[in-house]
């Protein structure tokens, strides 16, 4: 099983990113896959969440209107559009996979870094 994150790097605030994931070795379409992020110090903090149809998402608040999970189940990877970027995005970001009998895989995240 793999889950391999990309797409991060140094933004400029208000910029934009769009992370990646891709994932191998498991049934990814049966998966809900969710971002998260985490900052030195603090515990790790659900960003974004979508069904394994895509169906149905779900943002943190303080990410609504700025953050856009997706899924491509033909491409096994997740997407994390980040639009209007703040210093405070910054972080690692993290994807993961969860199955209905709750089975979950991480992977081993992606570093943003949003600053001027």
């Known amino acids: 099983v793999q889950l391999v994150e990309s797409g991060g790097g140094l933004v400029q605030p208000g910029g934009s990113l769009r992370l990646s994931c891709a994932a191998s070795?498991?049934?990814?379409?049966?998966?809900?896959m969710s971002w998260y992020r985490q900052t030195p110090g603090k515990e790790r903090e659900l960003v974004a969440a979508i069904t394994s149809a895509g169906g149905t998402t779900y943002n943190a608040d303080s990410m609504k209107g700025r953050f856009t999970i997706s899924r491509d189940n033909a491409k096994n990877t997740v997407y994390l559009q980040m639009n209007s970027l703040k210093p405070e995005d910054t972080a690692v970001y993290y994807c993961k996979a969860l199955s209905r009998d709750g089975m979950r895989y991480w992977g081993k995240g992606t570093l943003v870094t949003v600053s001027s």
């Open positions: 070795g498991f049934t990814f379409s049966s998966y809900v």
